[in-house]
Structures are given as C-alpha cells and as structure tokens.
C-alpha cells in the first residue's frame, strides 16, 4: 500500500501569523490563518480538510461493501460536519450520506453503512471521535 504525503508550513505567531497546507499529489496548495480556522474568514483549515478525507474514505468503504454484497451502487454522496470545540478538540464528525443502490432494501442498507462506519480507515485513525451517521437510501 502507499504512503501519502502531505505537509505544511506555519509562519509566525498563532493570531497573527498564517500557514500553507499542500497535498503530496500537488492537487492542493491552500493558505490557512488563525481566522480561517477559528473565525468567519473564508479560506480552509485542518478541520474542513479532515471532513472532507472522512466523506471520502466512507463512501469509498460503503462502495466497496456493497459491490462485494452484489449490490453495486449507481451513487454514494456523503458530506461531514467536522465539530471544534473548546480545547480546541475535534469532539464528533456528523456524516449525512444519500445513495441510489438498486435492489437493496433499507434494514441492509443501514447494516452496510454502520459497518463502513466502524470500518474506514479514517474512521478508525479518528478513533476518539464521535462519528455519527445519518444513511438515506434513495
């Protein structure tokens, strides 16, 4: 399996400084700031950055549980709501997943998604977190 690579560069003091986030692929060089993360100020931040690596690796997983149950899916689209609370501490990720898989009836559905839940590997890393999910089959 691969090793992923990503870094980040921090310049300066905590409210006044700001920082570069990149992706080893190069598919990603964005700026964060003390505002970014803890204000209103548009830009990203780690936070946003780990929603959208637990959306992914979910859908991912619920894909790969359905194909090898003969249930292909046509779509899974899943957004997550990172949550920073005071400490600051990641204290729960909200997943909200939709999926159009024909042939499936709900009770299996729910079985799949709570496993890939559990399963993914970004889920696991985050261990700690309070992961909830919301599955719709549509």
């Known amino acids: 399996m691969p090793v992923r690579t990503s870094s980040a560069t ?4 905590l409210k006044e400084g700001n920082g570069e986030m990149k992706l080893g692929s190069g598919k990603l060089d964005v700026p964060f700031s003390w505002a970014t993360r803890f204000g ?10 780990i929603g959208a ?10 894909s790969a549980l359905l194909t090898k149950e003969s249930l292909p899916p046509k ?6 709501k990172v949550h920073l609370e005071d400490g600051p501490t990641i204290t729960k990720i909200e997943l909200s997943m939709e999926a159009e898989v024909p042939g499936i009836d ?5 079985e799949l998604a ?9 889920s696991k890393a985050l261990g700690a977190v309070d992961i909830q999910l919301v599955a719709k089959l549509v």
């Open 10 to 13: 921090w310049n300066g003091t």
């Open 114 to 122: 709570a496993t890939a839940k559990a399963r993914c590997p970004v």
């Open 75 to 80: 779509r899974v689209s899943t957004t997550a």
């Open 53 to 62: 690596a637990s959306a992914g690796c979910f859908s991912m997983f619920f």
């Open 40 to 49: 209103d100020t548009p830009g990203t931040n780690p936070e946003e950055l």
């Open 106 to 110: 709900d009770a299996k559905f729910q």
